[in-house]
């Protein structure tokens, strides 16, 4: 897998890091969507495949993605099919910070080193290749504006951006609500990131405990059972995501 394209997992953190701040948008829900993505990641890479609400590894070969060989390995050791929820749920520390810092590596965002009320040390990023989170962007919008069936990529990173609640960051107040629900709606074009896009809710909603069945099509997914985020359109509170994080990855 070539590093000319950027993966799901990078993207996602760049659509959350805000340009004004320096910081990420939903930081709680956003560890669990870096974990959903790298999920989406390897199935697009056809290193794993849905198998029912399970992910089962279908090509152990390394991509070439450090990050992504890494949980690719930690898949395969686990030796049968694991459930979505309880590895999105799972613990994933530092996940956030060693994306961050490839992007750093890879020159798209700088660290700027601050001091929280003038005493805890603070790093913030920002983005220094601006016209690449532009054009991340520019793909959404032109989903939610033309109502064209997305690639599959882009169809995966609206899928994530919703289930973690960046919907609001990416098009705030009542001006954007049209667009956040059609952001929603973009879920039903890609299978395995509507999956991982309803198992990141679940576990921040903490309904984890029961299985859900996971359809082989773009519209059944759609159709799964809803949490109380995917029927109302109202992004879960993030503070509940730490608190169920433990207790879904003991399982």
Same mark, same amino acid.
């Not at 070539?2 to 959350?16: H, M």
């Not at 985020?229 to 003991?250: D, H, I, K, L, Y």
């Given at each position: 897998?070539?590093?000319?394209?950027?993966?799901?997992?990078?993207?996602?953190?760049?659509?959350?890091l805000d340009p004004a701040t320096g910081t990420t948008a939903q930081p709680q829900s956003l560890d669990l969507g870096l974990a959903g993505?790298?999920?989406?990641?390897?199935?697009?890479?056809?290193?794993?495949?849905?198998?029912?609400?399970?992910?089962?590894?279908?090509?152990?070969?390394?991509?070439?993605?450090?990050?992504?060989?890494?949980?690719?390995?930690?898949?395969?050791?686990?030796?049968?099919?694991?459930?979505?929820?309880?590895?999105?749920? +799972?613990?994933?520390?530092?996940? =956030?910070?060693?994306? /961050?810092?490839?992007?750093?590596?890879? *020159?798209?965002?700088? #660290?700027? !080193?601050?001091?929280?009320?003038?005493?805890?040390?603070?790093?913030?990023?920002?983005?220094?290749?601006?016209?690449?989170?532009?054009?991340?962007?520019?793909?959404?919008?032109?989903?939610?504006?033309?109502?064209?069936?997305?690639?599959?990529?882009?169809?995966?990173?609206?899928?994530?951006?919703?289930?973690?609640?960046?919907?609001?960051?990416?098009?705030?107040?009542?001006? +954007?609500?049209?667009?956040?629900? =059609?952001?929603?709606? /973009?879920?039903?074009?890609?299978?395995? *990131?509507?999956?991982? #896009?309803? !198992?990141?809710?679940?576990?921040?909603n903490g309904v984890a405990a029961q299985p859900r069945r996971a359809p082989a099509t773009g519209r059944q997914v759609a159709g799964a059972?809803?949490?109380?985020?995917?029927?109302?359109?109202?992004?879960?509170?993030?503070?509940?995501?730490?608190?169920?994080?433990?207790?879904?990855?003991?399982?």
């Open positions: 897998m070539g590093r000319s394209r950027r993966t799901i997992p990078e993207e996602l953190l760049l659509l959350a993505a790298q999920l989406v990641e390897l199935a697009l890479a056809g290193r794993i495949a849905p198998d029912g609400d399970r992910i089962a590894v279908v090509l152990p070969r390394p991509t070439g993605d450090p990050t992504l060989d890494s949980a690719l390995e930690l898949l395969r050791r686990r030796g049968s099919p694991v459930r979505a929820v309880h590895w999105i749920g +799972g613990p994933r520390l530092g996940l =956030r910070q060693t994306y /961050l810092t490839h992007l750093e590596r890879c *020159g798209m965002v700088h #660290a700027v !080193a601050g001091q929280m009320c003038g005493v805890l040390p603070t790093t913030r990023y920002q983005a220094t290749e601006t016209a690449i989170s532009r054009e991340i962007r520019a793909r959404l919008d032109n989903a939610i504006r033309t109502g064209v069936p997305p690639d599959p990529r882009t169809a995966a990173l609206a899928a994530l951006a919703h289930a973690v609640g960046l919907g609001k960051h990416l098009y705030p107040g009542n001006e +954007g609500r049209s667009s956040r629900s =059609r952001l929603r709606d /973009l879920i039903r074009h890609d299978p395995m *990131g509507g999956l991982v #896009a309803h !198992a990141v809710m679940d576990v921040q059972r809803p949490t109380a985020e995917a029927a109302t359109g109202v992004p879960a509170q993030s503070a509940s995501a730490s608190g169920n994080m433990a207790r879904v990855g003991a399982r």
